[in-house]
T-cell receptor, first 113, second 115 residues
Framework: ETGVTQSPTHLIKTRGQQVTLRCSSQSGHNTVSWYQQALGQGPQFIFQYYREEENGRGNFPPRFSGLQFPNYSSELNVNALELDDSALYLC????????????FGSGTRLTVV | AQKVTQAQTEISVVEKEDVTLDCVYETRDTTYYLFWYKQPPSGELVFLIRRNSFDEQNEISGRYSWNFQKSTSSFNFTITASQVVDSAVYFCALREKYNFNKFYFGSGTKLNVKP
């Protein structure tokens, strides 16, 4: 197992800019989910990708988008950044069995100024 | 509606004390899964345990134990003889059978274990 790695670890962006966060999923895991964790809160589900298709989305606007690649890597893109987008963004990968727990990465801390 | 409530925002104990973290959940599904995760300052969520809704047997793993009670929709976590290394934020989470791609997390309980 190689675990889940995310890059960069920290990022500072200006309001209105666009950002791309990257995740390398655990080998063999074809499901990846992204979560937003605001300070002092629990993670909130953004969306999930399965075999390169989005197959579930939380209450996030369309300016949050993603991609998943055949090599188990994925991206989270956020356009028109707002101050409230400042958060820890977590990537999680999972196998296909229903009751698998997810393996989470260490996250990317995004600060929007 | 699905919801996970962790009423304890922060708990402080002295090393070797026992501590229980509370979790109450809401779901309309009859089949669901409950989880506990630990989040150290480094940020990653570390998986601790998964329980299925049809298995109410309590579980013990070393100093950790979990009490699952469907009658009260609770899934509490006890650390026995706490250690400084247990200091972290702990999250309880719910995952439903027919929406398995989505976790509902509680707001977390920050545990401070002092030497």
């Amino acid at each position: 197992e190689t675990g889940v790695t995310q890059s960069p670890t920290h990022l500072i962006k200006t309001r209105g800019q666009q950002v791309t966060l990257r995740c390398s999923s655990q080998s063999g895991h074809n499901t990846v989910s992204w979560y937003q964790q605001a300070l002092g809160q629990g993670p909130q589900f953004i969306f999930q990708y399965y075999r390169e298709e989005e197959n579930g989305r939380g209450n996030f606007p369309p300016r949050f988008s993603g991609l998943q690649f055949p090599n188990y890597s994925s991206e989270l893109n956020v356009n028109a950044l707002e101050l409230d987008d400042s958060a820890l963004y977590l990537c999680a990968s999972s196998g296909t069995e229903l009751n698998y727990g997810y393996t989470f990465g260490s996250g990317t801390r995004l600060t929007v100024v | 509606a699905q919801k996970v409530t962790q009423a304890q925002t922060e708990i402080s104990v002295v090393e070797k004390e026992d501590v229980t973290l509370d979790c109450v959940y809401e779901t309309r599904d009859t089949t669901y899964y409950l989880f506990w995760y630990k989040q150290p300052p480094s940020g990653e969520l570390v998986f601790l345990i998964r329980r299925n809704s049809f298995d109410e047997q309590n579980e013990i793993s070393g100093r950790y134990s979990w009490n699952f009670q469907k009658s009260t929709s609770s899934f509490n976590f006890t650390i026995t003889a706490s250690q400084v290394v247990d200091s972290a934020v702990y999250f309880c989470a719910l995952r439903e059978k027919y929406n398995f791609n989505k976790f509902y997390f509680g707001s977390g309980t920050k545990l401070n274990v002092k030497p």
